[in-house]
């Protein structure tokens, strides 16, 4: 899934009078159409509409870029992945288009207002390959698929691959070579027809996914093993997850396999009302099972306890003191 950032663009007549005020019309811009971040806005937006007496208008829209509206006062809240936030807080260059340089600077404005969904980050293998663990990748004359700048499904693998002492100048020394598409589907494409020997992809770790389906149809593929002390580093730098992915998930899956999971953050404005954002959250931890039908089924019988999970943990931008109030109050955060 290419990044995309879900966030609210603020529509009020007049400034904002306190911090004691509650938003009443937003426009929530989220992914393409068709992906769950999409489907996390529709969700939202009929909550909101419905049971919040605020009107969201759901809309497309992309992931840093948006994250830059935030910080710009364009946009008072947004999704971004977990994998970001490092950068976001020290200053790093995440992404370059043209002569922009995303988050080379820390962010002063945006806020962490919650963690939900996750999305795996792996490297796939025709199941036939003499490669298990990403370590057996390390000077070998290879094909690797990946992706333009601004995609997760490049950023966080190339930090999986460095951490193993993989790196791209290290692919084209050994021979071998880097190629970029702009789909996922792409990419299983070229590993179904043997023109490549390892891509980047983004999955569920719950629901099987269309394209690894469809790859599948034709070739049977392979996760490699993560080694240990490497994804500890890995591990260090980012706020990502080791979770698994269970045996059958797709057939190819033949035993139960770690992975780095990534989490969606809902990012909040600073100048966002403490009062619009204790709603929020109240009215998205009330109404966990309708964000499970419409949004993402990961959404069910989550608490504050689950919004609130990476608290505290490396580095990443500051909690809207609101949404630190509300998970205290809820027992979440001690």
Not at 242 to 265: C, M, N, P, Q
Not at 269 to 287: H, Q, R
Request: contains cysteine; hydrophobic residues 40%.
């Amino acid at each position: 899934m290419r990044t995309v950032l879900v966030c609210f663009v603020l529509i009020i007549g007049s400034a904002v009078s306190g911090q004691s005020e509650v938003l009443k019309s937003m426009k929530f811009l989220s992914g393409p159409t068709g992906t769950t971040w999409y489907s996390q806005a529709a969700a939202f937006s009929g909550i909101s509409s419905n049971k919040l007496d605020i009107n969201v208008d759901a809309m497309t829209g992309s992931a840093i870029s948006n994250v830059i509206q935030i910080e710009n006062g364009k946009a008072p809240l947004g999704l971004t992945f977990a994998s970001y936030l490092p950068a976001m807080s020290t200053g790093k260059v995440v992404a370059t288009v043209g002569k922009t340089e995303y988050f080379k600077e820390p962010l002063k404005k945006a806020r962490v207002l919650c963690y939900t969904t996750t999305a795996a980050y792996v490297l796939l293998v025709d199941a036939k390959s003499p490669y298990k663990k990403i370590s057996d990748l390390k000077g070998k004359k290879i094909t690797y698929v990946t992706y333009p700048s601004g995609f997760t499904a490049r950023y966080v693998p190339e930090q999986m691959l460095e951490a193993h002492g993989v790196t791209y100048d290290g692919i084209k020394k050994a021979g071998g070579k880097v190629d970029m598409v702009s789909k996922y589907q792409e990419a299983c494409d070229l590993l179904a027809k043997g023109l490549a020997d390892v891509v980047s992809y983004t999955m569920a770790t719950n629901a099987q996914s269309a394209a690894l389906s469809e790859l599948e149809s034709q070739k049977k593929f392979r996760i490699l093993a993560l080694d240990p002390k490497p994804t500890e580093a890995v591990l260090k730098e980012i706020p990502l997850l080791l979770v698994t992915v269970k045996k059958g998930l797709h057939a190819s899956i033949t035993e139960d396999t770690k992975v780095l999971s990534d989490i969606t953050v809902w990012m909040v404005s600073a100048d966002v009302p403490d009062e619009t954002v204790t709603v929020i959250l109240d009215g998205l931890v009330k109404n966990m099972d309708a964000m499970a039908q419409v949004g993402n089924i990961e959404f069910k019988g989550m608490t504050a306890k689950e919004l609130s999970r990476l608290y505290g943990k490396g580095k990443q931008p500051p909690m809207h003191p609101a949404a630190l109030k509300y998970y205290k109050a809820k027992g979440a955060i001690k």
